[in-house]
């Protein structure tokens, strides 16, 4: 079965700083990743996503991940981190064997003023 | 406005009684899923659905039933729920059942079993 690894906890970064949230993945298959982030009392919301092509996807508010297919890694990038980015961020993989997503434990991320 | 609601957002039940988490969506999605979202362990997939009639095991469905009769709703059933129920549920919609369609996720409920 699939699985996604996030492996800190809380990503603390001053605000203006890079800020990267990491993930790693294993999929017997091709895999299909996604990341979302969810802010306080909210649901997931939709970031961004690899499918094929580029191993740079861009999306929303910002946001970029680089895809590594010999790292299985699929690490969450943004230049310059804002305040309003402070949110939980999950990483997931879709297997395409059995269409399941499997998500990461999540990613607290704190943006320091 | 494009969305998937749930209700209740909040619920507060005793060990045993049976209840429902309603999930609608608006977006004419064929799939549907839900997950509950504990500390530390991240989102779990319960159910999900690939279309009307089509429903399937995800990774923790012990507990909980789910039926989908119509294509925009699909409830959460817990006919005797128990402590280790207590969670976050989220419901989520996708365009097709596909590997490269993003999930539209609900607000949540919080569910507490006491």
């Known amino acids: 079965a699939q699985s996604v690894a996030q492996p800190e906890d809380q990503v603390n970064v001053a605000e203006g700083n890079p800020l990267t949230v990491k993930c790693t993945y294993s999929v017997s298959g091709n895999p299909y990743l996604f990341w979302y982030v969810q802010y306080p009392n909210r649901g997931l919301q939709f970031l961004l996503k690899?499918?094929?092509?580029?191993?740079l996807v861009k999306g929303s508010y910002g946001f970029e991940a680089e895809f590594n297919k010999s790292q299985t890694s699929f690490h969450l990038k943004k230049p310059s981190a804002l305040v309003s980015d402070s949110a939980l961020y999950f990483c997931?993989?879709?297997?395409?064997?059995?269409?399941?997503?499997?998500f990461g434990k999540g990613n607290q991320v704190v943006v320091i003023p | 406005e494009a969305q998937v609601t749930q209700n209740p957002r909040y619920l507060i039940t005793v060990t045993g009684k049976k209840l429902t988490v309603t999930c609608s969506q608006n977006m004419n999605h064929e799939y549907m899923s839900w997950y509950r979202q504990d500390p530390g362990l991240g989102l779990r997939q319960i159910y999900y659905s690939m279309n009307v009639e089509v429903t399937d095991k995800g990774d923790v469905p012990e507990g909980y039933k789910v039926s989908r009769k119509e294509k925009r709703n699909f409830p959460l059933i817990l006919e005797s729920p128990s402590p280790n129920q207590t969670s976050l549920y989220f419901c989520a919609s996708s365009q097709g059942a596909g590997l490269t369609y993003e999930q539209y996720f609900g607000p949540g409920t919080r569910l507490t079993v006491t």
């Open positions: 690899y499918i094929t092509g580029d191993n």
């Open positions: 997931a993989v879709r297997d395409i064997k059995n269409n399941r997503l499997a």
